[in-house]
């Protein structure tokens, strides 16, 4: 009895000593995206939380007061900043833990939406009405260089919110910088055969893929959604798509514009969604890439199949 009473003695200091198990680290990120970049740095340890729900738009979501809380409760918050998520600001301001806005990081490399950047301005049937010229393109992840940048950034904060765990955060952040090697690999391969091929976009928001890649859209199709456009401004949209020949117009799930049929009737011109944000994609360490693959596969698809 005796021994087992000192062997009962030595399990109870080993466990003071040990200590109880920190808690898990909780990481919101506004938007599915950043929440994929997120789980390939946490993989096996925690997993993150998105805000938006699939499909929402990030540039308008109205926050539910279920939603302020999780803001305010989560331990780490990324969002893409307010060229983005402009219902954020305000709420973050009331948080006293970490809150990163993505497109402040330094080492990302940024684009903004130009003059030229609506393919012949001139036309006022071209003009992506949610970029304005000169403002930032913030859909900066679909740029998978910018993607490295935030994962290193997730990983280095949540090394310092869990020490215990830092190994593993840096041997997930080598592995999900590996796998992305040879993701633009097989993008580049995949992507070549129709880096000459025109197509028109109705949302102006893949620009980092496309300059990643090699491509550019030969014009952007859109209209403020509250506005139906006239006969005049149809009449020089469809005048670019004739003269495109066979082409691909793509836009955003989950709508598809009511002016798309009425555009590309009697042209061969295929309608088909590019979807940036990856709304059902599974927040698993290979989310982030599959997001990728999937836009590049897509935008391929399309074009291959004219």
Request: proline share 7%; with cysteine.
């Amino acid at each position: 009895m005796p021994r087992l009473f000192a062997i009962f003695i030595a399990l109870s200091a080993s466990l003071l000593v040990v200590g109880p198990a920190q808690a898990e680290v909780t990481v919101l990120t506004s938007i599915k995206p950043l929440q994929l970049i997120a789980a390939a740095v946490q993989e096996g340890v925690g997993q993150p939380e998105v805000l938006l729900p699939p499909n929402a738009s990030p540039h308008n979501y109205a926050l539910r007061p279920s939603d302020v809380r999780r803001v305010k409760d989560a331990d780490l918050l990324y969002w893409i900043g307010p060229d983005m998520e402009g219902f954020l600001p305000r709420v973050i301001k009331t948080r006293t833990k970490p809150s990163v806005s993505v497109q402040t990081l330094p080492e990302l490399k940024l684009r903004h939406f130009a003059e030229d950047s609506h393919s012949h301005a001139e036309d006022a049937a071209e003009h992506d009405h949610d970029h304005r010229p000169g403002t930032l393109d913030a859909h900066l992840w679909l740029a998978p260089d910018n993607a490295r940048v935030i994962a290193a950034k997730m990983a280095a904060d949540l090394s310092q919110q869990d020490p215990a765990n830092a190994a593993k955060y840096q041997s997930n952040l080598k592995a999900f910088n590996q796998r992305l090697d040879a993701l633009d690999a097989r993008l580049r391969t995949r992507l070549a055969g129709i880096a000459d091929k025109p197509f028109f976009v109705f949302h102006e928001g893949y620009d980092y893929f496309e300059s990643t890649y090699g491509l550019q859209h030969a014009g952007t199709f859109s209209v403020a959604s509250e506005v139906q456009p006239g006969a005049q401004h149809v009449a020089a949209m469809r005048k670019r798509l004739q003269e495109a020949g066979k082409t691909c117009v793509f836009s955003d799930p989950p709508l598809r514009p009511r002016l798309a049929e009425t555009l590309t009737a009697g042209l061969p011109v295929k309608l088909a969604e590019l979807d940036a944000l990856g709304g059902y994609t599974e927040a698993t360490a290979q989310g982030y890439e599959q997001l990728l693959e999937k836009l590049g596969n897509d935008l391929a698809g399309c074009l291959e199949s004219l």
